[in-house]
């Protein structure tokens, strides 16, 4: 029942910027993993920037210097903060969070959203 919804996607020229949002809800007892992933057309799909279980951070090698991801524990929402866009980044963007629902009966949950789409192109 976890459920993942992105924003911020859309139409922007080489070079720009956009800051992608995602927010979980449900019954979700706690989040030890939450980040982003992107498919470009014809590709598989790829990490582009994590949170690990220990709170570091993890990205690509592509988009390293050009991308921060963010967090807000208190909203379960995790951010994309993106600048010097390429068309290479063009990509349908989703988001993934893992995590615990019931500490008790042990059960977790790996929820993905349904995909923002950034396109990159003068």
């Known amino acids: 029942q976890v459920q993942l919804v992105e924003s911020g996607g859309g139409l922007v020229q080489p070079g720009g910027s956009l800051r992608l949002s995602c927010a979980a809800s449900?019954?979700?007892?706690?989040?030890?993993?939450m980040g982003w992933y992107r498919q470009a057309p014809g590709k598989q799909r790829e990490l582009v920037a994590a949170f690990t279980s220990d709170g570091s951070t993890n990205y690509a090698d592509s988009v390293k210097g050009r991308f921060t991801i963010s967090r807000d524990n208190a909203k379960n929402t995790v951010y994309l903060q993106m600048h010097s866009l390429k068309p290479e980044d063009t990509a349908v963007y989703y988001c993934?969070?893992?995590?615990?629902?019931?500490?008790?009966?042990?059960?977790?949950?790996?929820?993905w959203g349904q995909g923002t789409l950034v396109t990159v192109s003068s």
């Open positions: 449900g019954s979700i007892f706690s989040i030890y993993n």
């Open positions: 993934n969070a893992r995590g615990t629902l019931n500490p008790i009966l042990r059960t977790n949950f790996d929820a």
